[in-house]
């Protein structure tokens, strides 16, 4: 299933766009599939700072 997406600025050095388009062209998947990738990559790593419910056996502090 499709999920809805919104369009957004982001700048990059022209050595990220031109791996980026390499490893576009060796994959045949789209950039904004390798960025999207690196932003959940993030968003996973910094978690414990994103609001949201704490499990009953989270230890953030």
């Known amino acids: 299933m499709a999920r809805n997406k919104i369009s957004t600025t982001v700048y990059i050095t022209p050595?990220?766009?031109e791996l980026l388009k390499v490893l576009s062209?060796?994959?045949?998947?789209?950039v904004a599939t390798f960025i999207r990738e690196g932003i959940d990559l993030v968003l996973d790593k910094h978690k414990k700072d994103l609001p949201g419910q704490m499990s009953?056996?989270?230890?953030?502090?």
């Open 15 to 17: 050595e990220q766009n």
């Open 25 to 30: 062209q060796r994959t045949q998947r789209p």
């Open 56 to 61: 009953l056996l989270d230890d953030r502090k």
